[in-house]
């Protein structure tokens, strides 16, 4: 069974380090990572790690690096503000695939912005998941304790309309 390994210290309390990653990278069942540390020094410590290891694949969680992580030759994003706004991701990789890559690097710094506002109001997952329940879809209420005030809620549609235009 291929299986990917999960850097998310945010959550486990824990990061994997490069060295150890390398090491496990070498069980032909491990096939790649998903880093989600936030940090480029994170990622590109995977990405150098996984040199030269045809099998094994790194993809890039955070939703700041994505258009970074396409440049320095991650296979993937499993982007967690996609649930919000996917079209403004996938604009990301569709510039950098056809070449644009200052096309790309803008897209990214749009996502930046709705990012850095979204994550103002409220933590990430709990503001991604309040912002996809605002945009009409049934996702249930977050598994933090975090509650949303009628006006952070007002201001979550807002930015989110202001990013979805």
Known sequence: MPLFLYNIPARTGKTLQPDTVRTLAAHPNIIGIKDSAGSYQSLSGFLQAADGIDHFDVLNGPDSLVHQGFVDVCSACISGLANVAPKAINTIWAHFNAGDIAGSHQ?????????????????????VKKA??????DVGDSRYAVQFSADEQQQIRQIVNQ???
């Open 107 to 127: 897209a990214q710094e749009r996502v930046t912005g709705l990012r850095t506002d979204l994550y103002n109001i409220g933590i990430s997952p709990a503001a």
């Open 132 to 137: 996809v329940s605002l945009l009409g879809f």
């Open 163 to 165: 990013y979805l235009q």
